[in-house]
């Protein structure tokens, strides 16, 4: 799985996930990870906005949250 192949070589990491209230349990599976490891953060949208809005949408979110922590 790639999310572990990244762990191994950034294990002090986040991975920022965005699930576009996908059918395909991602967000589910997602939540599961973040039992496992804490450091993984999911943004889910209540339906598909798409791709182009998802990026710039986790950006401000994670630059909002960075702000604020440091």
């Known amino acids: ?19 576009d209230n996908s059918p395909d349990g991602t967000a589910d599976e997602i939540r ?21 809005s998802g990026c710039p949408q986790a950006i401000q979110k994670i630059l909002a949250e960075t702000s604020t922590t440091t």
Do not use: N, T, W
């Open 1 to 19: 799985m790639l999310v572990g192949r990244i762990c191994e070589v950034a294990p002090e990491e986040s991975i920022f996930f965005v699930d």
């Open 32 to 52: 599961r990870l973040q039992r496992q490891d804490p450091h993984h953060q999911l943004m889910q949208r209540p339906s598909k906005l798409g791709y182009g």
